[in-house]
């Protein structure tokens, strides 16, 4: 583990989200962990904030998938509806990968298909406070 810490406030999150954006290049991908309101899309928005992408970044749960330019070319992806491990090699994964920084919600449904440097964030909400686990393998 590279790092677990507690969060209390949006903008706590928000300087999380900045120090971990300075870190990424294209070809990476994020996984993020967390029951359903514990903050994975808002994350998500606050580094893609940091990445330049000036369009709105917007849940994906039901389109799936959302590509913003920033920095480099952004993916997000939801995998929340989907079923079955072929749904998620129908989307492209792991090949479009390659091309842009990846970042998966519910990445539990891709598990067997992340990369070896994945950075696996897992987020866990108890009584107002959120606890960021921060794994990666670079
Ligand atoms: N650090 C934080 N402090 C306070 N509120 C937060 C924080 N992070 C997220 N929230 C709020 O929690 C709510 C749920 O956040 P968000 O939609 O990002 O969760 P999610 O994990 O993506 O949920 P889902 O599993 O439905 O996709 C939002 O109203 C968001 O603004
Ligand atoms: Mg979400």
Same mark, same amino acid.
């Given at each position: 583990?590279? #790092?677990?810490?507690?969060?209390?406030?949006?903008n706590?999150?928000?300087?999380?989200?900045? #120090? !971990?954006?300075r870190?990424?290049?294209?070809?990476?991908?994020?996984?993020?962990?967390g029951?359903?309101?514990?903050? $994975?899309?808002?994350?998500?928005? =606050?580094?893609? &904030?940091? *990445?330049?992408?000036?369009e +709105?970044?917007t849940?994906p749960?039901f389109?799936?998938?959302?590509?913003y330019a920033? $920095?480099f +070319?952004i993916?997000?992806?939801?995998?929340?509806?989907?079923?079955s491990?072929? =749904?998620?090699l129908?989307?492209?994964? +792991?090949?479009i %990968?390659?091309?842009?920084?990846t !970042?998966?919600?519910w990445?539990? #449904?891709a598990?067997e *298909?992340l +990369?070896?440097?994945v950075? &696996?964030i897992k987020?866990?909400?108890?009584?107002?406070k959120?606890? %960021?686990q921060?794994?990666?393998?670079?």
């Amino acid at each position: 583990m590279l #790092k677990k810490l507690e969060v209390r406030t949006k903008n706590e999150t928000s300087e999380l989200a900045k #120090k !971990i954006a300075r870190n990424l290049q294209k070809g990476e991908v994020i996984a993020l962990y967390g029951e359903l309101g514990t903050g $994975k899309t808002f994350f998500t928005q =606050e580094l893609c &904030k940091y *990445l330049a992408v000036k369009e +709105p970044v917007t849940s994906p749960t039901f389109v799936i998938m959302n590509e913003y330019a920033g $920095k480099f +070319p952004i993916r997000h992806i939801d995998l929340y509806r989907l079923d079955s491990i072929e =749904e998620v090699l129908e989307l492209g994964i +792991p090949e479009i %990968f390659e091309d842009c920084l990846t !970042i998966i919600e519910w990445a539990e #449904k891709a598990e067997e *298909l992340l +990369p070896e440097n994945v950075w &696996k964030i897992k987020i866990a909400l108890q009584n107002g406070k959120r606890e %960021f686990q921060i794994y990666h393998f670079g």
